[in-house]
């Protein structure tokens, strides 16, 4: 257990957050792996660092469109930033039939969170805009769900002024991670952002954006040759993980029993993560020290603490 005087400890599925005094907030990345709303038995090396580097990456070229809760990123796996009170809902935006969308329109469905798909759409295929289909935020082992924008303003889960709010920043969120996925040579899926509300009552952007994690990712190169011909996308996400569970008959559906995921497909895991990071950022992947991670986050997160955030 890292102590680094914190007054609260928030054991989330893939990462744990420490409060501390002055709503200040310690998030460290781990290793764990979510799938379906399941936390998988066995750890991915290096997947905490990625996607925390990745997110801070990005929270830094988006500034100029929304406020984030970051503060700085003391250590590879660490970000440290001002606690928010989170809107109950997660804005996921798509500008391609993929995933879960797609298996709902697979299975028949056309209306997804209160946007009406077209006919004769193919799986991958580039949506005529981008659409909003928001999901519920629920706690720790439960399963979010899909619900509609009237559904979330019916219920008074958002006011229709923070909602239009919402939605204007996922969408100009969403054109800038396109745009610059697209730099790199890559298509910008779909993603999810997370929103929440300081003390002063200004909407921030928290948690992680445009990780393997959160996004889905294609290659540029060959999308419009592999949807002429139906082969299926290069999957630059952790969407392809989800497909292997399926293979193994487990969706985190009531009695599926969780496989077990070989050695050897941890490590392609790792790599897509690795080569997905280093796409993204133009960065080269270096692996921070493990010989004692626990005390060099303590390190170097009370050094941020006592020196850096104070002259903040």
């Known amino acids: 257990m890292i102590q680094i005087g914190q007054i609260d400890l928030y054991r989330g599925k893939v990462r744990d957050v ?53 503060l700085g990123s003391p250590d ?39 946007v009406l798909l077209p006919e004769g759409l193919k799986e991958s295929e580039r949506l ?31 006011s229709p002024a923070d909602y239009a709010q919402l939605e204007s920043y996922t969408l100009g969120l969403f054109a800038r991670g396109q745009a610059m996925a697209a730099q790199q040579g890559l298509l910008l899926v779909d993603t999810k952002y997370e929103f ?11 948690d992680e954006i445009h990780t393997p994690d959160s996004s889905r990712y294609f290659e540029t190169e060959g999308y419009d040759a592999r ?15 989800r497909q292997w569970l399926i293979e193994q008959g487990f969706q985190g559906k009531e009695g599926q029993a969780i496989p077990d995921m070989p050695d050897a497909f941890i490590r392609t895991i790792t790599a897509r993560y690795i080569s997905l990071y280093e796409r993204l950022t133009g960065n080269i ?9 626990e005390k060099r986050i303590e390190t170097n997160v009370a050094r941020f603490l006592k020196t850096e955030l104070k002259n903040k």
């Open 285 to 293: 992947f270096v692996s921070a020290t493990e010989e004692d991670p």
């Open 227 to 241: 949807q002429a011909s139906g082969a299926p996308q290069t999957q630059l996400s952790k969407e392809f993980v």
């Open 18 to 70: 420490y409060t501390l005094p002055n709503d200040v907030l310690v998030m460290v990345a781990s290793d764990r792996l979510s799938a379906f709303d399941v936390v998988l038995p066995k750890p991915i090396p290096h997947k905490g660092q990625v996607l925390n580097q990745m997110a801070a990456h990005f929270l830094e070229a988006t500034q100029d469109i929304v406020p984030n809760w970051r």
């Open 76 to 114: 590879p796996v660490v970000t440290v930033g001002q606690r928010a009170t989170p809107f109950k809902v997660e804005m996921v935006v798509r500008g391609y039939l993929s995933g879960h969308a797609w298996r709902t329109y697979a299975a028949g469905g056309r209306m997804l969170c209160g």
């Open 196 to 206: 929440g509300r300081l003390k002063d009552g200004t909407i921030v952007l928290i």
């Open 128 to 158: 005529p805009h981008p659409i909003i289909t928001p999901t519920t935020k629920e706690a720790i082992g439960a399963h979010d769900e899909d619900i509609s924008r009237e559904e979330i303003l019916a219920r008074g889960i958002v």
